[in-house]
């Protein structure tokens, strides 16, 4: 080894340029374009031109169509991380602290829906809420109802897509700080005089926030971000932030106003991100991987 | 024990939300009714037939299949590398680069997908399959350096130092001791870029050229109408390729390793 390496070693920047080339060319330099590209004049379909003035902007701010959109994103982000989070923890509790023999059956079984196309699990609750669904198919032959009820197509069935999609990243996250906590701090409290809910309470929960706040964090970025699952199981006025992104980009070929409508994604769920990482840092993320 | 009889049963029901509707597609590929939803008539095996006839689904398959290995070759191998880095040397400033290498997880699909567009309009390079690659690639690679990373850290140094003592240089002893070790990684990494990018479909609708379909937005294209039982026989064969492969491959690995021993 010569005298230059000890100074400053280039091996780990040798190993890592081909990622960091590839995140700052196709991720970071990109995500500044949309910036600059929310400046532009949009003059045709698919035709627009530099320029730097706030049109795209001002309509953004005054338009109230865009307002209610992120309003309903919020809310619709808000809804399902907090049932993913009350669905999610007592399983992973279970998985956690049960004493089956076969509990990695159980992780599998946890692991398995994220190999399972997005695409495909979406669609599978038209099959079950749908006109000719598991459930109408139920009613009907139970006599309860003559007619197939509606069920689709609303508000609630893209929650309930939603959660189905995103509850193995809630679940695998509490799982995951659940089963870093002693096994012992529980009975210590018990012994100590407290009740089993009590002990949960102020033992096992405090210490299984990291992952649940993880969870939580997951969940709410990836819905706000969506737009596929309100087009799939959404009726018209289900709508969020993402769908006028595609609409404008896609549909429209309006790029100065897709780039503005995705800069302000961005701000409002990279301010739910740095929030997140400032009280409880990004590493936590990554422990559901080990 | 009450409460614990409680947390079971509702974790079961859990289990059943997650699961029964997946249950429900995989049954329902094998209904003979023309129609995609319930009842079902009886057992029929015509529309993985009819799947097979269909020419735009199976060129879909061919580009998604495509896709998906060069994915997984891409991702994985600037991953592994990166992964390497960030577990085997201590460096300035590795707390930003962690960062940006799982940023692409933290921005929202939509947005990375319209920012690539976008510089790519300003490049003037139409959209193409390598727009698809290399966007896919940047998907997974966070994912990849995650799953390589945590393997890297239980993988002790002293086998590549013993190996560099016995006068390897780095380059053979990453290919002798380090990647033989690292292997069962390697391939949960690819795996897992493969599925990611065979799966994907909110950013590849944008990314996509006029006219190229991959299997998500192929079915995307056909839900406009209903779900046909052409979906759901072809979501059954998506979901033995997206599940069955990586369980046998698992649970070959396991068998193996136990006969050697």
Not at chain 1, 229 to 247: A, K, Q, R, S, V
Not at chain 2, 31 to 42: A, H, L, V
Not at chain 2, 97 to 125: C, D, K, N, Q, Y
Not at chain 2, 241 to 248: A, Q, S
Request: proline content about 5%; hydrophobic content about 55%.
């Amino acid at each position: 080894m010569n005298a230059g390496e000890k100074a400053f070693d280039r091996r780990p920047w040798l190993l890592l340029s081909p990622a960091l080339l590839s995140i700052v060319a196709l991720v970071v330099v990109p995500m500044s374009f949309i910036l600059v590209y929310s400046f532009y004049v949009n003059i045709d379909l698919a035709v627009d031109r530099a320029a730097f003035q706030f049109s795209n902007w001002k309509e953004l701010f005054q338009d109230s169509y865009y307002h209610v959109a992120i309003w309903k994103t919020l809310r619709m982000s808000v809804i399902v991380t907090i049932l993913a989070a009350i669905l999610g923890y007592i399983p992973a509790y279970f998985i956690a602290m049960t004493k089956f023999r076969h509990r990695w059956l159980l992780l599998l079984l946890l692991i398995l829906p994220f190999w399972v196309s997005f695409i495909i699990r979406t669609l599978s609750w038209i099959h079950i809420l749908g006109n000719q669904g598991a459930l109408n198919g139920l009613f009907q032959w139970l006599g309860l109802i003559d007619a197939p009820l509606s069920m689709m197509y609303n508000e609630t069935t893209v929650i309930v897509g939603f959660i189905h999609v995103f509850l193995p990243y809630m679940i695998l996250n509490v799982y995951v700080s659940l089963e870093g906590i002693d096994q012992n701090l529980e009975p210590a409290a018990r012994t100590l005089g407290a009740s089993p809910w009590q002990a949960f309470l102020e033992v096992t929960l405090p210490l299984s926030l990291p992952g649940l706040a993880a969870g939580c964090l997951l969940v709410f970025v990836l819905t706000g971000g969506s737009y596929v699952t309100p087009l799939i199981l959404g009726g018209p006025n289900d709508f969020m932030f993402g769908n006028l992104i595609h609409d404008a980009v896609v549909a429209e070929l309006n790029w100065p106003m897709g780039a503005t409508l995705s800069f302000t994604l961005l701000v409002i769920l990279g301010t739910v991100v740095m929030i997140y990482s400032r009280f409880i840092g990004l590493n936590q993320l990554s422990k559901a991987f080990r | 024990m009450r409460a614990w009889r409680m947390i079971r049963f509702y974790t079961i029901l859990v289990y059943i939300f997650m699961f029964a509707p997946i249950a429900v597609v995989l049954l329902l590929a094998f209904n003979s009714s023309q129609f995609g939803g319930f009842p079902i008539q009886g057992f029929s095996l015509r529309w993985f037939y009819r799947l097979a006839e269909n020419e735009a689904i199976v060129r879909a398959f061919k580009t998604s299949l495509s896709l998906g290995v060069l994915t997984a070759l891409v991702s994985t191998s600037i991953g592994v590398l990166a992964s390497l880095a960030l577990v085997r040397y201590k460096f300035r400033g590795k707390d930003l680069v962690t960062t940006l290498l799982i940023s692409p997880v933290l921005v929202p699909e939509t947005v990375l997908a319209v920012g690539l567009l976008i510089f790519l309009r300003w490049l003037h390079m139409p959209r193409s399959f390598l727009l698809l690659l290399l966007g896919h690639s940047i998907i997974a690679l966070p994912f990849v350096v995650l799953v390589v990373q945590a393997r890297l850290v239980g993988i002790k140094k002293e086998y590549e130092e013993a190996a560099r003592s016995l006068g390897a240089s780095p380059v053979q002893t990453f290919f002798a001791v380090t990647l033989p070790l690292l292997m069962p990684a390697v391939f949960a990494g690819a795996l897992f870029a493969f599925t990611i990018s065979f799966d994907n479909i909110t950013a590849t609708i944008f990314w996509r050229p006029t006219g190229m379909e991959t299997v998500p937005t192929q079915i995307f294209g056909m839900l406009r109408n209903s779900v046909s039982p052409e979906i759901n026989a072809l979501g059954f064969v998506m979901i033995v390729i997206t599940v069955g492969v990586p369980l046998l491959a698992g649970g070959l690995a396991r068998y193996f390793s136990r006969k050697k021993t």
